[in-house]
């Protein structure tokens, strides 16, 4: 990522829309629009996008599968009430 072309404000974008979307578009490369100095929306070509929210999917379903074989194999089951149970105490995350 090149901080000076790739991080930009909202009132740039608002004038220089059609500049920084070909940008996206020819680098492949998302923008981090900025609202009062803080990181607000990042705007993104569609292909990298797809790409991404492919390997999510991919990732899951992998995941999914190696558990399912797991089960099958005799794998311990662990109730849902025990699990967030533990992830409670561990992290201090109510679920109530």
Do not use: C, W
């Not at 090149?2 to 492949?28: C, H, M, P, Y």
């Not at 409670?88 to 109510?94: A, F, M, N, P, R």
């Amino acid at each position: 990522m090149n901080i000076t072309r790739d991080i930009q404000t909202l009132s740039e974008f608002k004038q220089n829309a059609s500049k920084l979307v070909k940008q996206v578009q020819e680098t492949g490369e998302p923008v981090v629009l900025t609202v009062n100095g803080k990181p607000a929306v990042v705007i993104q070509d569609v292909h990298s996008y797809q790409q991404m929210a492919d390997a999510e999917y991919r990732d899951s379903v992998a995941v999914l599968k190696e558990r399912m074989e797991y089960v099958k194999n005799g794998g311990e089951l662990i109730p849902a009430e025990e699990v967030f149970s533990r992830i409670s105490e561990k992290y201090g995350i109510s679920f109530e």
